[in-house]
């Protein structure tokens, strides 16, 4: 399962939903395009989590073998009552988009290697005089005229 070392709040998390019938599944691409990109369905392959509908009738049949291929997927369950499972996140049924998104939100929280600091790139030497040579060329405000008035430096 290829995930994203650092997720990306400007990113859409890529869910990969499982034990959901096509109708549901549809609903929820749905709801999720419709929820200003918060999260995507994608495959297995690709995800970052998980969607699980708990209430169906092999739950635990499904469950045990969906955390054999994906043991450390964070992964967001779905049902009528809370099976209290490790590495997820709960949603009651009927599935309300707020909670959903808050479900995201704290998926994303989550991880490990998660920052919410914009941390810029450091600049090089050649990269400071070349900007310092753009910023040369800039008019700039004289003060002693008018404020149309601009002058080169």
Known sequence: ?????????SQPLRIAAFGLDDYPRKSLEKALR????????????????GLFDYDNSDTCLCWNSYRK?????????I???????????YVSKPVRISKLKEAIHAIKQ??????????PPQASVSHIDSARK????????????????????
Not at 1 to 9: P, S, T
Not at 69 to 77: A, G
Not at 79 to 89: A, E, I, R, V
Not at 110 to 119: D, K
């Open 110 to 119: 989550s991880q490990p290697n998660h920052s919410t600091h914009y941390q």
């Open 134 to 153: 753009a910023v040369e060329r800039i008019p700039v405000l004289d003060a002693e005229h008018s404020a149309t008035v601009l002058q080169w430096k």
């Open 79 to 89: 049902g009528s009552t809370d099976p209290k499972l490790p590495n997820t996140f």
């Open 34 to 49: 419709n929820s200003k990109h918060c999260a995507t369905l994608v495959d297995q392959k690709t995800a970052e989590a």
């Open 69 to 77: 291929r994906c043991p450390d997927l964070p992964t967001i369950v």
């Open 1 to 9: 399962m290829a995930a994203r070392n650092i997720l990306d709040f």
